[in-house]
């Protein structure tokens, strides 16, 4: 394996395929370019973040992934099967789980109904079938379960409404039904914005976390630090293209600003890591 081959496959891949592919995705809006033959690969239990610049395709391309939006040409390949999501349900579905920079959180619900949101239990029989009751006593003990699983010691009370929780309690929230129910892979679109030190360092921990369980991780991030403190490998943006795939053991950060402004090259062979 050459050393560029190296840099792309991430040494928490081992010897394992991808577990989200992307090839060549382009997506228009009208004569403007959100993305031009984007390729990424996400092998799982790594964290593949996502940098650039404001405008450079990175939203559009987790759109993209996430079944948000559907790309105009490319493939999509889950586990090497061709998907085409027509709905972010369809990507759920195939293990893709989404935290959007705005928060998708209910602040009136209890954490236990946050975590169920959109896929609550309903009670067995005709209580659940046709009065369509939710079996809330199940979901709780799920939820309780789940943030045992996932190791997070922030969340005392399962029982707390969301609103009465802190930004990084709320952002935990979010990253926690992720890990709990995306089964391959969790998007995290800045999920430590505007956060503080303390809270910040809790989502990073459960972000580690995930990996560690082995879910592919993709992170979108303007804080450096941050991407350099967990990644594996990252993706660099620049006028929706891709124009590099870097790893914080090769490069550093100033490396990575060079590129995503376009103040640095890299060499064509760099270009397309597989």
């Known amino acids: 394996m050459s050393q560029t081959e ?3 496959r991430s040494p928490a891949a081992h010897d394992t395929g991808p577990v989200l592919e992307a ?18 690969r996400l ?21 993209c992934l996430s079944g948000a939006m559907t790309p105009d040409r490319g493939t999509i390949r889950v586990d090497g099967r061709e998907v085409r999501f027509g709905s972010t349900q369809e990507a759920r579905a195939a293990g893709i789980e989404t935290v959007y920079q705005t928060l998708a959180v209910a602040p009136a619900l209890d954490i236990a ?12 029989g005709f209580l659940g079938s046709a009065l369509r009751m939710l079996d809330k006593k199940a979901m709780r003990d799920q939820a309780e379960q789940h943030i045992k699983d996932l190791g997070i010691s922030t969340l005392q009370n399962i029982n707390q409404s969301v609103e009465t929780l ?14 709990a129910f995306g089964s391959k892979v969790a998007i995290l679109d800045e999920p430590t914005a505007a956060l503080g030190v303390r809270e910040t360092g809790q989502v990073l921990r459960l972000v580690q976390d995930l ?47 060079a ?16």
Do not use: W, Y
């Open 166 to 179: 802190s930004g990084g309690q709320r952002q935990v929230v979010a990253v926690a039904r992720t890990g």
């Open 211 to 257: 990996r560690e369980k082995g879910l592919g991780v993709i992170l979108i991030s303007h804080n450096m630090p941050n991407v350099f403190e967990v990644a594996d490998r990252i993706h660099v943006q620049r006028l929706g293209g891709r124009a590099a795939v870097i790893s914080p053991q090769t490069h550093s950060m100033q490396d990575a600003v």
């Open 259 to 274: 590129i995503m402004t376009g103040a640095a090259e890299v060499p064509d062979d760099e270009q397309s890591l597989r």
């Open 113 to 124: 109904s946050n975590l169920f949101l959109a896929r609550e239990i309903r009670r067995p």
């Open 23 to 40: 090839e060549g995705l382009v997506k228009l809006f009208g004569r403007v370019v959100g993305l031009r033959g984007v390729d990424v």
């Open 43 to 63: 092998f799982p239990g790594e964290v593949l973040a996502v940098i650039g610049d404001n405008g450079a395709g990175k939203s559009t391309l987790i759109k």
């Open 6 to 8: 190296a840099q792309e």
